[in-house]
């Protein structure tokens, strides 16, 4: 791998893991992987999350092409989102995402109770 600053924005993995950063992104796209959503039902399921934090994350993800805002002309008017086919994309990194967690918090509860047993034993 040649030198280069990985901060610079000439690493794609980088740059990924930058436009995907912060508490909430993770989670919005997880929830709209498995559809479209109202602003609402999106709320409610990412739990914890404030209307700021949502309208902000998903103002962002939109401007980077990986979530569509979808506004209804009928009556009521309602707005969806959804991924784009950018954001499609992600989902089966986010299946292998999750995959992995789950295989590292089992590793590591292993490893919590093998250090607990050997800390008891001594």
Same mark, same amino acid.
């Given at each position: 791998?040649? =030198?280069?600053?990985?901060? =610079? ?6 740059? !990924? ?13 997880? *929830? ?10 999106? *709320? ?48 089966? !990194?986010?299946?292998?995402? *999750?995959?992995?967690?789950?295989? $590292?918090?089992?590793?590591? *509860? ?7 047993? $050997?800390?008891?034993?001594?």
């Amino acid at each position: 791998m040649p =030198d280069r600053n990985l901060y =610079d924005g000439s690493c794609e993995i980088v740059a !990924a893991l930058n436009l995907l950063s912060g508490r909430w992104k993770l989670p919005i796209l997880w *929830k709209l992987s498995y559809g479209n959503m109202r602003y609402n039902e999106l *709320k409610r399921q990412v739990h914890g999350i404030t209307n700021i934090m949502l309208t902000r994350s998903l103002q962002e993800l939109e401007a980077h092409g990986i979530v569509i805002r979808i506004q209804y002309s009928e009556i009521p008017p309602h707005v969806e989102y959804g991924l784009t086919e950018a954001g499609l994309k992600l989902v089966p !990194a986010l299946h292998e995402l *999750k995959k992995w967690g789950e295989e $590292q918090a089992h590793f590591e *509860k292993q490893l919590r109770l093998n250090t607990d047993f $050997q800390s008891t034993n001594s």
